[in-house]
């Protein structure tokens, strides 16, 4: 009997999991987040795949046929001069993409590195470095992104980076409070008691402890990008033609909305499927990182 209970002990023990695939085990069950992966996974391979999948060139116009319903040779219609929707909300597809990733990217490097030496450096420094987070939290973004574009000019990098460096307060926030937390603990007082530099810590042990929480505000703040750049395309100051992404194209179908409604519809709807895929699969990443979530 005794034999049988220490078998039954080891084969438990050999088939333990990990608090990773614990986390991935809890988000399969989500449904509505693996539906929006899925959604999400589309939309990026069809902007990656685009200058392929696209039923006409982006620059083929045809000024006799004008704007026209949705058609079988034009699935979504066309525009007023012409050009495919379905082809320009593709190619827009990899514009918003672009700018959600690399602007969030910029902001996720400034925000974790700032709020980890904030976090891990404490007195002094933590207090100037939260206090000119503060600061900045006080002035009012849109505004400073718009001065910037005007200052400096309509530029892709430009647009990325703007946005970039005024979405990193939150992530900086974030980060600190983690660091806070786990920095008495005994792997980190054993780090310093060896003697490794504050920069080898912050990056070897503090960083990848709190990659859960920052994993979940990341795909947070992607959508909150693409919606600021749409804002900003919206009013004029984002993407230049003949460049065009979906804030652009929202903002010419506001335009004819009332004679040619689809130039608004299809774009607005490609724009709201991926901010909602974006928030779901954050909220499912957010349950299943969640280590009280385990316990339940």
């Known amino acids: 009997m005794s034999q049988t209970t220490t078998d039954l002990s080891l084969n438990e023990f050999e088939q333990g999991t990990s608090l990773a695939k614990d986390a ?28 392929w999948l696209a039923p006409y060139s982006y620059e083929e116009q045809n000024l006799d ?30 514009i918003s993409l672009m ?32 206090r000119i987070v503060d600061a900045l939290y006080a002035l009012p973004f849109t505004i400073f992104i718009i001065l910037l574009t005007v200052i400096f000019g309509s530029s892709m990098l430009l647009l990325f980076l703007a946005i970039g460096a005024v979405e990193w307060l939150t992530m900086a926030r974030i980060v600190r409070g983690q ?51 749409s804002f900003l395309s919206f009013l004029g100051l984002g993407i230049q033609p003949p460049a065009s992404s979906w804030g652009s194209l929202i903002s010419g179908g506001v335009e004819t909305m009332e004679e040619y409604p689809w130039l608004l519809i299809f774009p607005g709807l490609a724009l709201t499927i991926t901010l909602f895929s974006l928030n779901f699969l954050g909220d499912g990443l957010r349950d299943a990182l969640d280590p009280r979530a385990s316990r339940d």
């Open 24 to 51: 991935v085990a809890r988000l399969r069950n989500n449904k509505m987040a693996m539906a929006s992966l899925f959604v999400l996974l589309f939309m990026i391979t069809i902007a990656l795949l685009t200058p």
């Open 99 to 130: 700018v959600g990733f690399i602007a969030t990217a910029v902001a996720l490097t400034i925000g974790v590195l700032w709020g980890a030496v904030a976090g891990f450096l404490g007195g002094r420094v933590d207090a100037v470095m939260m």
């Open 179 to 229: 660091v806070l937390t786990i920095k008495r603990q005994e792997f980190v007082e054993a780090a310093v008691s060896m003697g490794l530099s504050p920069w080898r810590i912050i990056t070897r042990h503090l960083i990848p402890n709190v990659l859960g929480p920052v994993i979940v505000y990341t795909t947070l703040t992607i959508p909150s990008v693409i919606l600021l750049e």
């Open 65 to 94: 046929l004008g704007a026209s319903a949705p058609s079988s040779e034009h699935w979504l219609g066309t525009d007023t001069l012409g050009r495919d929707q379905l082809t320009r909300i593709m190619y827009g597809s990899r």
